[in-house]
């Protein structure tokens, strides 16, 4: 895989999961998990613009190449299928398992792919943040009970 063709995935991808998000958010009646789906729509967004901008100045364009043929995108869309209840446990359940997925791939990246040093920055920088996301839709998960 091309450096292009790994971006295109990863843009792909958050794109997804701006829009499970955000759509995670709309049916979500609670204040706490409707925050942070919005806060993680507007990460992938900045990931986008982030990953966008590299592609613009340090590599090629892709050409020819299709975003559903990519190996990580392939690989993400199966999860992405999932959501399909409002109900608060099984919401948090599946958004946790869609950052599980988006990590991977972005861990897949940064394993199986021979990228620059600055593109492997940008992935984890991208991985890092995920993952502190991650954590607190665990928290949510598993709200510590009032002492």
């Not at 997804?16 to 979500?28: K, P, V």
């Not at 991977?104 to 792919?113: G, H, R, W």
Request: charged content about 25%; hydrophobic content about 40%; aromatic content about 8%.
């Amino acid at each position: 895989m091309t450096v292009s063709s790994i971006i295109t995935d990863l843009v792909n991808i958050n794109q997804d999961r701006s829009n499970g998000f955000a759509n995670a958010a709309s049916q979500s009646a609670e204040e706490d998990v409707r925050s942070l789906f919005n806060d993680l729509a507007a990460q992938s967004l900045l990931f986008i613009n982030e990953l966008r901008e590299y592609m613009k100045t340090k590599t090629e364009l892709p050409s020819g190449e299709t975003v559903a043929s990519g190996t990580i995108y392939a690989q993400w869309a199966y999860i992405k299928k999932k959501v399909e209840s409002a109900e608060r446990d099984q919401l948090l359940s599946w958004c946790q398992e869609m950052e599980t997925a988006v990590y991977d791939a972005y861990m897949q990246v940064k394993k199986e792919m021979d990228i620059p040093d600055d593109f492997r920055a940008i992935v984890d920088k991208h991985g890092s943040a995920i993952q502190d996301k991650d954590g607190k839709i665990i928290k949510l998960m598993n709200p510590q009970p009032a002492r």
